[in-house]
């Protein structure tokens, strides 16, 4: 049985599959145009990090266009033309692959453009009475980030609430580092506890924290958890991400 569509291009990019598999990826891959782009697409990427000198490889194509394209006196018409079309494919290919829509792909998918596009507000329930209000959750509704984090180091008791919403608050403020400490402390808490509060929400963000603190491949790995647990709330948001765009980042940050 094929695994899910999501993992299925990484796992025959890999090897994974039996050679059943195989054939049958390689036949969806022809019929398929959405996939056969997607393949293209984890083509490309490989391709790039495997020639990082690439356009040094471009440059040198060029001028070894240039020097096979000069008047040369001891050599027939016919090896100077075969000379002139090999360097022209060559240049021609190297050109397409730089210049074409899979480079365009690869360029632009990176750790923050991936945050930025997948990041979400996230929205308290509605407030409670006015003789119960929580100077934390006030200060998280109304967006005061620095004042969240205040309240969360002077409070003496921490729940996971608060540590949740002191990692949001860090995520708004660009300290990532405190946020993966805010949100890996909920899940430390709550696997040696019976306790699943703020689980879901701590993993999808602390996931998106693990790539804005240099911690991709933490990043990609939890993400790739969240997709193929289907129970798991953020789920959905997870399932967006291109399995893609994924792949271009662990292959960025082997680099």
Same mark, same amino acid.
């Given at each position: 049985?094929?695994?899910?569509?999501?993992?299925?291009?990484?796992d025959y990019l890999d090897k994974?599959?039996?050679?059943?598999?195989m054939v049958q990826v390689e036949s969806m891959i022809r019929n398929d145009k959405q996939l056969a782009k997607e393949w293209a697409y984890l083509k490309m990427a490989v391709g790039a990090v495997e020639r990082n000198a690439i356009q040094e490889q471009v440059v040198s194509a060029r001028q070894n266009f240039g020097k096979m394209t000069r008047p040369a006196t001891k050599t027939?018409?016919?090896?100077?033309?075969?000379?002139?079309?090999?360097? $022209?494919?060559? =240049?021609?290919?190297?050109?397409?692959?730089l210049g074409g829509a899979m480079f365009y792909k690869y360029s632009t998918v990176n750790n923050t453009s991936l945050y930025q596009q997948n990041f979400t507000d996230y929205t308290l329930s509605t407030a409670r009475g006015e003789g119960n209000q929580d100077a934390i959750e006030e200060a998280y509704r109304n967006k005061?980030?620095?004042?969240?984090?205040?309240?969360f180091n002077q409070s003496a008791v921490k729940t996971n609430e608060y540590y949740f919403l002191s990692g949001m608050?860090?995520?708004?403020l660009k300290k990532y580092p405190q946020a993966v400490s805010s949100f890996e402390h909920i899940l430390n808490v709550n696997a040696n506890s019976s306790d699943i509060y703020f689980q879901d929400e701590a993993e999808y963000y $602390?996931?998106? =924290?693990y790539l804005m603190n240099h911690?991709?491949?933490?990043?990609v790995s939890m993400l790739n958890q969240i997709k193929a647990n289907k129970n798991q709330v953020y789920n959905p948001l997870a399932r967006q991400i291109s399995a893609t765009d994924l792949k271009i980042l662990e292959l960025k940050n082997q680099k």
């Open positions: 049985m094929l695994p899910n569509k999501e993992f299925l291009l990484i994974n599959l039996s050679p059943e598999e027939s018409g016919a090896v100077v033309r075969n000379m002139y079309t090999t360097a $022209l494919r060559a =240049a021609a290919i190297l050109i397409v692959v005061n980030w620095n004042a969240v984090m205040q309240g608050a860090a995520l708004e $602390l996931a998106l =924290a911690q991709t491949d933490k990043g």
